[in-house]
């Protein structure tokens, strides 16, 4: 099974393309606000054609909400049309369930102003929440860009990706792409 997985949280373009659990190409481009206009292209570039792919996978957020609705978007509409499954996944709950730090561990990200995090603990996983009055007791993981840990930076494609597969691998069908939207914490304006 091919799978194309997708991360468009931020202002980078991270994709990767997976085949039976193996990595074929993992593809991490800081591109400015040009990222989403660039993906074709660099579909192209790399010869990664929809009609190959089994199955796709999308970062539901935590991110900027615009490039999160237009990459959901882009790979929702690939599923419909081909009639292939798709997987949304969270890139906090990936960097929990992905770095081998013990638990506690608290991953955290910024978004603009706001951190957002999740709590691993006792083999449990807290909700995505956002820090108003400190930021939990645990091992904090986090990008080192932005302030929080160690990790010089995460793939979420890959490890999104690898999870969607084991996920398909066991039964899941995949989910309802009219469904999948960016994650939402934040009140509007």
Request: charged share 25%; aromatic share 14%; glycine share 10%.
């Amino acid at each position: 099974m091919k799978l194309l997985a997708l991360d468009t949280s931020f202002s980078f373009l991270n994709f990767t393309l997976l085949e039976d659990g193996r990595v074929l190409c993992c593809f991490y481009e800081d591109m400015g606000k040009k990222a989403l206009e660039e993906l074709p292209a660099v579909l192209r570039k790399f010869d990664i054609k929809p009609e190959d792919v089994d199955a796709f996978a999308v970062s539901l957020g935590v991110g900027y909400l615009t490039s999160l609705r237009i990459g959901i978007t882009f790979m929702k509409t690939l599923a419909y049309m081909s009639k292939k499954p798709i997987v949304g996944f969270e890139n906090l709950h990936m960097m929990g369930i992905f770095t081998p730090f013990e638990e506690p561990k608290v991953c955290l990200l910024r978004v603009s102003n706001t951190v957002f995090y999740r709590v691993f603990r006792d083999g449990l996983v807290g909700p995505v929440e956002m820090v108003k009055e400190g930021i939990p007791e645990g091992r904090r993981v986090g990008l080192k860009l932005q302030g929080f840990g160690e990790l010089e930076f995460f793939p979420f494609s890959l490890y999104g990706g690898l999870w969607a597969y084991k996920r398909l691998k066991e039964g899941f069908e995949g989910d309802n792409p009219m469904l999948l939207e960016p994650i939402y914490l934040k009140p509007p304006v």
